[in-house]
């Protein structure tokens, strides 16, 4: 390089002529420390010159060449401390620009989604939520997120149990994602947790994928049914529960809810007497998930029977008659002969009864296979004959002397050899026969220390000729007669 002044070469390193004095800048730029050094430097060269000038007494030309070290070592320190400051510069303004690409970069959408999903991975759900709103918060306009990614923050809602949020999530994909299993999955979850059953009913029902039918039909909670519908009935009957999904049917009969600890139904419930009943199931799902309850009601109330038709009416009568009772259905009829309400304890009415003599009272009552009683119907007879030849005692009598005659008995007191106890016999009703009229003779057998049993044996005698006669009766009741002898 030669000096722009006086074109003496110049020294590479060097930036002073050494000539004429003349200082070369090739500095870029500006720098008030340089600039300061730089003077320095020249007053020191001037001092120099002048210190060396006087020493020697006199002066040297231009063309004289003259060593200085102390301006070397000046100029070294001065290069290098512009090194030192350039590359210093250099290292800032990289430093700073990394920081802010950094910056950049770790608030970009992509860079939020990747720190929420490993939140996720990593369980930390709360973290990974806060990321996920962060960038959907952040999106510009044409950017997108990826559905996959939506699903990730879904996923982590319903690990907290945020159910709602998760919902409205599930929701939005599955607007425009309507046949992706994670998403009814994810869906149903969140309505699972907000105790909307009915909601997942109605998204399956409404889904015409088959597929996805049949992978979740599990989750439905149909309220069970009932075999039998509410009201009244007068038989007793079995009442079944069913559903249409596996499951287990709990039910009540109480009057209370059922839940989880109420019994769980697994054969027809039998509604064994009259009464009222009220049964309440519920349906609930391996998942622990409950239909809604449904209750039946139901009021078993028998049947009345018809009470009996019975013949004659009461009144006064001059003539025997038979006392009948009837009843059209399978109902059995109970009577009484002291004016009391029969019940099942007392005598069936099985054939027609031979009215009794003097003043009687029946009462009858049809009972129905469910043990339900009709109304009660009496009658009360009067039975009186015109002038017999002989008395109810009379004919006891003709009756007792002639089985004594024949042998049947060994004596009047109706005993017989080789047997403990005797006979007895008594007169209480009457019978027509065409036109003759019979006293009724019942035979019974006293044993010993009991009670007079009567032994079937029925005779009779005809009230106006004191004839003595055998009986036997007929299918309905009635006597036939034939002569004792």
């Known amino acids: 390089m030669r000096c722009p002044r006086c074109g003496e070469d110049i020294p590479d390193g060097y930036v002073y002529c050494f000539k004429c004095g003349y200082s070369i800048q090739i500095v870029p730029d500006y720098d008030v420390d340089v600039e300061k050094s730089i003077d320095e430097s020249r007053s020191s060269i001037a001092d120099s010159f002048d210190s060396f000038e006087v020493k020697r007494g006199k002066h040297r030309s231009a063309d004289d060449t003259i060593e200085i070290p102390l301006i070397r070592d000046e100029i070294k320190k001065v290069r290098k401390t512009r090194c030192i400051l350039i590359v210093l510069a250099i290292f800032i303004i990289l430093f700073v620009v990394s920081i802010m690409l950094f910056y950049r970069s770790s608030k970009s959408l992509g860079a939020i989604l990747l720190r929420a999903h490993e939140a996720y991975d990593e369980e930390e759900y709360r973290q990974s939520v806060i990321l996920y709103e962060q960038a959907l ?226 009462t009858f009552v049809a009972y129905s296979d469910k043990g339900v009683s009709s109304n009660a119907i009496t009658r009360s007879y009067t039975l009186g004959l015109i002038n017999p030849s002989c008395t109810p005692e009379d004919a006891v009598n003709y009756v007792t002397a002639s089985l004594v005659a024949t042998g049947a008995l060994q004596n009047i007191y109706g005993t017989v050899p080789g047997i403990e106890g005797n006979y007895q016999y008594t007169c209480t009703s009457a019978a027509k026969e065409g036109s003759r009229t019979y006293y009724l003779i019942d035979e019974f057998f006293t044993e010993p220390g009991r009670s007079p049993k009567a032994t079937g044996t029925v005779y009779a005698v005809d009230a106006y000729s004191s004839m003595l006669y055998r009986t036997r009766r007929g299918p309905n009741g009635e006597f036939y007669f034939s002569l004792f002898y």
């Open 137 to 362: 918060n952040s999106v510009k306009d044409g950017e997108l997120i990826d559905n996959d990614e939506i699903m990730v923050y879904g996923m982590a809602l319903l690990h907290l149990e945020e159910y709602e949020k998760a919902k409205q999530v599930y929701l939005e994909l599955f607007s425009s994602s309507p046949d992706t299993p994670e998403v009814y999955r994810g869906l149903i979850e969140a309505y699972r947790g907000l105790g909307e059953f009915n909601e997942i009913n109605e998204l399956l029902n409404s889904t015409e994928n088959d597929d996805i039918y049949n992978e979740f039909k599990s989750y439905m909670t149909v309220a069970p049914k009932f075999s039998e519908t509410s009201g009244t009935y007068s038989e007793l009957f079995d009442v079944e529960i069913f559903a249409d999904e596996d499951g287990d049917i709990h039910y009540t009969m109480d009057g209370s809810d059922p839940d989880e600890d109420s019994p769980i139904y697994t054969a027809p419930i039998f509604l064994s007497e009259e009464g009222e009943y009220t049964i309440k199931a519920v349906y609930i799902n391996r998942y622990g998930m409950e239909s809604d309850i449904v209750t039946a009601d139901y009021s078993i109330v028998y049947d009345v029977p018809e009470p009996p038709v019975v013949e004659p009416e009461s009144g006064g009568y001059l003539n025997p008659a038979y006392i009948s009772a009837s009843v059209s259905d399978d109902s059995v009829i109970y009577y009484t002969t002291d004016g009391t309400i029969p019940d099942e304890n007392d005598r069936v009415y099985d054939q027609k009864i031979a009215m009794p003599l003097g003043s009687s009272t029946f």
